[in-house]
């Protein structure tokens, strides 16, 4: 019982860093649930990896994956992997009634540099605004995006869709 509270710690960790700006707050302070057909834990090495059809969920956000590996470093800061085709995340926009959402190949995040990072086939979506890509990265220091449509040479384009803001009329189409 002891190595699982440490673990749930850990990932409580890992996602209350994790979690971009426009996250739900209120999910910070809710517990971690996790459904995995196996689960390795090292406490020694601050390692947890969870394997086979893993649900991570905490308040409103979802993560399913293939696996899930955390880790913490000696400072604290945590990181973590997910891997599947796809790892799919949703999580409550605060103060919205609105989702954002992320599919990829692989999920990484690092704690200490605060960034998300969403390999192979990445697609984020927020509200009605659609990023896709081969390669989406987001940086929550300071809030901005980067888009690759292609990676380790495999042909690709970054395609966006960017709705017009609610009261805002939309431009006249160009013949």
Do not use: C
């Amino acid at each position: 019982m002891k190595n699982h509270a440490k673990t749930f710690i850990l990932l409580s960790l890992l996602l209350a860093v994790a979690a971009p700006t426009w996250a739900e707050k209120a999910d910070k302070g809710k517990p971690v649930n996790i459904e995995s057909d196996t689960a390795r834990v090292d406490d020694a090495k601050k390692v947890a990896i969870y394997e086979g059809h893993v649900v991570l969920s905490q308040g409103s956000l979802l993560i399913t994956a293939e696996r899930i590996d955390v880790r913490q470093d000696d400072q604290g800061f945590a990181s973590g992997e997910a891997s599947g085709k796809p790892v799919y995340f949703r999580q409550k926009l605060e103060g919205k009634s609105e989702f954002a959402e992320g599919w990829a190949n692989r999920l990484e995040y690092d704690g200490r540099a605060e960034k998300l990072k969403l390999t192979g086939q990445a697609r984020l979506k927020r509200g009605d605004d659609d990023l896709r890509g081969n390669l989406i990265s987001y940086d929550a220091k300071t809030e901005s995006f980067q888009a690759q449509g292609s990676i380790s040479g495999s042909p690709g384009r970054v395609r966006a869709v960017i709705l017009p803001k609610s009261g805002q009329a939309a431009p006249a189409e160009r013949p």
